[in-house]
């Protein structure tokens, strides 16, 4: 195969990129303009938006609802929210919508999943490593473990 001066730049610069993501977790993904990446994900700023910092002062006031579809049913993820700085009707309608967007993404593009379900996260109210600050977060897995 015959190499070309840009490929040894395009490698370098992967191997630099790579190197500095470290023990870290690190992506490299092309640029996605705003028209090109899926509604389900564009409708994940106004469920972002509605649980904002996710402030709680003990553990009632933390909730965890699924967001997402995988192609086989059941939610593609989690997210720890606070019924104390977010409206839930607001949220359930928002994801609801992302839901259902997502839903269509799968079927529309003929997606197919693992089928595994990931249990249900706990919902805590713990410290946040950055600030102190207490915020709902996701726990380990299961309603009944351990935080």
Do not use: F
Request: neutral net charge.
């Amino acid at each position: 195969m015959r190499e070309y001066p840009h490929m040894k730049t395009a490698a370098s610069i992967l191997t630099i990129a790579l190197l500095a993501c470290g023990a870290t977790a690190c992506a490299i993904e092309p640029a996605a303009t705003a028209a090109s990446a899926p509604l389900s994900s564009s409708l994940m700023t106004p469920i972002t938006t509605l649980i904002g910092d996710a402030e709680c002062g003990n553990q009632s006031e933390c909730h965890v609802m699924g967001i997402g579809a995988k192609p086989c049913g059941g939610p593609s993820g989690y997210i720890a929210w606070s019924d104390r700085t977010t409206d839930a009707n607001a949220l359930r309608t928002a994801v609801q919508a992302q839901v259902q967007a997502q839903t269509d993404e799968n079927k529309s593009s003929g997606l197919l999943s693992d089928c595994r379900v990931a249990p249900m996260p706990t919902a805590v109210c713990r410290p946040r490593a950055s600030d102190g600050k207490k915020t709902c977060q996701l726990g380990q897995g299961g309603a009944s473990s351990a935080i």
